[in-house]
């Protein structure tokens, strides 16, 4: 009695596999892949690289219902406090007005500003100083 031998099969080819990419958000829009947005020194506005990704964020957010998102506006650290908080919220509002003109309900949709007192950059001058004038899109 005893087992019955297998037969082996060799060979020198080489198998290669593709890798497998698991689709998490359905096969429908994908979340943008920055959920920052950065602005001109002093200002709020919009510029068309930045209004395209917000296009990308209200699509996958009109394909995703239930999410609901903080707009959370910063600056850098100059002008007083009570200024850089006031353009936080500026930022933030517009980011905001941008989502629901193309389509988000506003009630999806909380701002808040940090002003200057979470900078991405600690040191000076306009590369520091431009990584901290930003809003970030943070999921809830």
């Not at 198998?15 to 829009?29: R, S």
């Not at 068309?48 to 650290?77: F, R, Y």
């Not at 004038?133 to 943070?138: E, G, T």
């Amino acid at each position: 009695a005893g087992c019955t031998k297998k037969e082996v099969v060799s060979t020198t080819e080489k198998v290669t596999h593709a890798p497998i990419v698991k689709d998490v958000m359905d096969h429908h829009a994908e979340k943008p892949t920055s959920n920052s947005v950065y602005f001109a020194f002093d200002s709020a506005s919009l510029d068309e690289p930045t209004k395209a990704n917000l296009g990308g964020w209200a699509t996958w957010m009109s394909e995703h219902a239930a999410i609901t998102i903080t707009v959370e506006g910063n600056c850098d650290q100059r002008g007083s406090r009570e200024y850089n908080l006031a353009l936080g919220q500026r930022r933030a509002d517009s980011v905001k007005d941008y989502l629901v003109s193309q389509g988000v309900s506003a009630s999806r949709i909380d701002t808040v500003s940090f002003g200057e007192e979470r900078p991405a950059c600690t040191g000076t001058g306009e590369a520091c100083w431009a990584q901290n004038r930003h809003a970030d899109l943070i999921k809830r």
